[in-house]
């Protein structure tokens, strides 16, 4: 069974960072690319970043890109995410989630790609 575990949410203040970790079990976790979404109430789901299933490739939705970071360690079977300049409008709840393909060749954006999904955690960012 395929069971994800994010942590690291928290209340940050505008212009501070956040260290969010997803914990896969129940797949072989080098195989697949994985992914952070984030979803703010009344809003739907969006794609935040996305990486290889072989460390190397990464892609970010604009409104992250440069103040955001995606990265796995195949070892620990973790994905991180860290997010520095917070702003109001990051605040969500942020997910992890792995791709349906394995050794998937493009990193997709949208969450139908997507097929197990961590239960979340909350990010508030203060003005």
């Known amino acids: 069974q395929v069971q994800l575990v994010e942590s690291g949410g928290g209340l940050v203040q505008a212009g501070g960072s956040l260290r969010l970790s997803c914990a896969a079990s129940g797949r072989t976790f080098s195989s697949y690319a994985m992914g952070w979404f984030r979803q703010a109430p009344g809003k739907e789901r969006e794609f935040v970043a996305a990486?290889?299933?072989?460390?190397?490739?990464?892609s970010y939705a604009d409104s992250v890109k440069g103040r955001f970071t995606i990265s796995r360690d195949n070892d620990e079977n973790t994905l991180y995410l860290q997010m520095n300049s917070l702003k109001p409008e990051d605040t969500a709840v942020y997910y992890c989630?792995?791709?349906?393909?394995?050794?998937?060749?493009?990193?997709?954006?949208?969450?139908?790609?997507?097929?197990?999904w961590g239960q979340g955690t909350q990010v508030t960012v203060s003005s």
């Open positions: 990486i290889s299933w072989s460390v190397g490739r990464t």
């Open positions: 989630a792995t791709v349906r393909r394995m050794f998937a060749a493009v990193l997709p954006v949208r969450y139908r790609e997507y097929d197990y």
